[in-house]
């Protein structure tokens, strides 16, 4: 193997390293736990965990899928009990990742390894559903490696219109709604939340696109990445977090930048 492509220590190798159709290397240097956007995210996802009594005291197993460099991953192992295992194909990432409680697995899903089958409490997809060509047997794969009575808990780019020349450079398949997202579900699995969040954030994101799409349709990938989803200055910071600080104290938004759902797989 070339040197340049050994994983670090402890990266556990379980599947053969392929070429993915999106290289995240600019958005892991972009998305990192300083950035208010997944500052946000984390906001939401952990109220809706608390909102629905997803015990995040206890010492559960978890499975971060499409983890990336481990940003959600260090997010969750200091604000809950839980051991994070890290799921990722892109080497890039992995090659980037910090080692956390849990184990950083180079592994594709849809192997099925026999050891992983049912071995989660709680999986976590977070911005990575829309990525997947096909969701169904992806989906199919994910919940195999979840127990019984486990939970799900998914977050997506919301609205299709707000389809961009961001999203084709960041390798999105498609945008969701409250009801496209639910469908993507098997009927065993029962929606315990599912919600809009980022209302603050559409004006931005109309402007990104009506830029990308008309003085900007010249710009690279790389760019487009760039400008789409870096960290603002500390006056767009600070107005990120109000609209924040103000939305969660009204959740409910009829609509918003991100759809965020938990559901559990029921018990036979």
């Given at each position: 193997m070339n040197p340049d492509n050994a994983m670090p220590p402890h990266v556990e190798v379980l599947s053969p390293q392929v070429d993915l159709p999106f290289d995240g290397a600019h958005w892991y240097d972009l998305a990192d736990e300083s950035h208010p956007w997944m500052r946000w995210r984390m906001a939401e996802a952990l109220a809706v965990l608390h909102g629905?009594?997803?015990?995040?005291?206890?010492?559960?197993?978890?499975?971060?899928?499409?983890?990336g460099i481990g940003t959600a991953r260090a997010q969750l192992e200091s604000a809950t009990a839980w051991t994070v295992d890290l799921?990722?194909?892109?080497?890039?990432?992995?090659?980037?990742?910090?080692?956390?409680?849990?184990?950083?697995?180079?592994?594709?899903i849809l192997e099925r390894r026999a050891e992983l089958a049912?071995?989660?409490?709680?999986?976590?997809?977070?911005?990575?559903?829309?990525?997947?060509?096909?969701?169904?047997?992806?989906?199919?794969a994910l919940l195999w490696h979840l127990?019984?009575?486990?939970?799900?808990?998914?977050?997506?780019?919301?609205?299709?219109?707000?389809?961009?020349r961001y999203d084709e450079a960041a390798g999105h398949v498609r945008r969701y709604t409250k009801a496209s997202l639910r469908a993507e579900l098997p009927d065993d699995m029962d929606v315990l939340a599912l919600r809009y969040w980022g209302l603050g954030?559409?004006?931005?994101?109309?402007?990104?696109?009506?830029?990308?799409?008309?003085?900007?349709?010249?710009?690279?990938?790389?760019?487009?990445?760039?400008?789409?989803?870096?960290?603002?200055?500390p006056i767009g910071s600070g107005l990120l977090r109000a609209?924040?600080?103000a939305e969660r104290r009204a959740p409910g938004a009829p609509a918003g930048s991100s759809v965020l759902l938990l559901a559990?797989?029921?018990?036979p």
């Open positions: 629905c009594d997803v015990p995040t005291g206890r010492a559960l197993r978890v499975l971060d899928v499409g983890g799921a990722e194909l892109d080497g890039t990432a992995l090659r980037h990742s910090r080692s956390g409680r849990g184990r950083t697995l180079h592994y594709d049912g071995a989660y409490d709680v999986i976590v997809l977070f911005d990575v559903l829309e990525h997947v060509p096909d969701p169904t047997p992806f989906i199919d127990r019984a009575g486990g939970h799900l808990l998914i977050n997506v780019p919301a609205l299709p219109w707000a389809t961009s954030l559409l004006p931005a994101l109309f402007a990104r696109k009506a830029w990308l799409d008309t003085i900007g349709r010249k710009l690279d990938r790389e760019e487009v990445l760039r400008r789409g989803f870096a960290a603002p200055g609209l924040m600080t559990r797989h029921r018990t």
